[in-house]
């Protein structure tokens, strides 16, 4: 062990300083992970909806926030989403507190006499366009799911996205009178514990990801 | 004015309590605005990265995360780009401080050894399918473009998401050797106070958006 006296230039100032604070930033981001395994703790539909309360005023085309979610909690449903999901991913969703079933609703036009007031006009002419409601739905729930996870975070969840499943057997099995079509699913709970989790996968830099014109 | 003896019951406690504080709620979601208008205060390359180094931890299938940006900041390429843009939206990308083109890159496979090792083996497989790339770049890069938004709010920074302009012509005269496939884009800067913005617009309800099975 050495003694040296401190001089500025050794303290460890944290760079950069987030404006929501770097705890914020480590729950949100940092120190985030996609967990798989969860406690028994129960997910509430008051957690749920104080997560939705955050992550619906995150932009969208229009404001048509086309993102819908179903959310499985009885045994029943469980076993029936299971059964449409990767082999992989079974036990998890049986296992876990709650799964989302994140789901576009092409029907969003129906709602911007409320969403967007100066597009009221819009709906008509949208109900005939299917394909162009439907890609519009698929794009902004994709953009809101991001908005979800960092959401879901911030409410003090932990979430577990999974995308390998069959896609129409979850829309005939639980969407065919609502028409909303399913692109993720997405565990939810309390982690149980770090030590049960991959090591964290490598990101790029700023360098590889960006270029300045 | 009465006056009478305050009560347990009526005391305003704040509900729900988020875990991220709600100061930071506040500025990623409940307080945060799509911005247009921005002051002079410059936008540096290192608050960029400071979002970026947020923004790569959230999720993505496979982890390939394929969201590229492309930062215009000379004058000549927002000339260029704003020119892309549609007819409302090009005086504000020629005044914003910065414009990032979010963009798609269909040859995140090739990063796959770094991003997902168990899974490298998949790179000489992907080389061939262009079809899947793109549509593998395209939806995660929304899924992104979800923590992009909120990155750069946690960055101290204010976005504005515009999606009309022409997609094809901005690939070819930013991304011909790149490769890259223009999906959005997002001013970027310190916004002009908040009386130049419409009125926030409204959300769907909890019970709008959600079923329980």
Known sequence: MTTETATIDSLDFPTPAYAIGDDAADLLFRDARTVGAFTDEPVTDADLEAAYDLLK???TA????PLRLLVVRSDDAKARLA?????????RILAAPVTLVVAADPAFHRHLPVLAPHRAAMVE???GQV??????????THIQTGYLVTALRAAGLDAGPMGAFDAAGVDAEFFAESG???????????RD?????HPR??????????ATA
Chains 1, 2 share one sequence.
């Open 125 to 127: 002419g949208l109900e």
């Open 180 to 190: 909303w079509q399913s692109q993720l699913l997405v565990l939810v709970g309390h």
């Open 83 to 91: 059964a449409l999901a990767a082999e992989g991913n079974r036990d």
């Open 62 to 65: 229009m404001n048509i926030t």
């Open 201 to 210: 996968a490598a990101r790029l830099t700023w360098d590889q990801v960006s």
């Open 131 to 140: 394909a162009t409601r439907e890609a519009m739905a698929r794009t902004n």
């Open 193 to 197: 514990g770090v030590g049960t989790h």
């Open 57 to 59: 005023w995150g932009p």
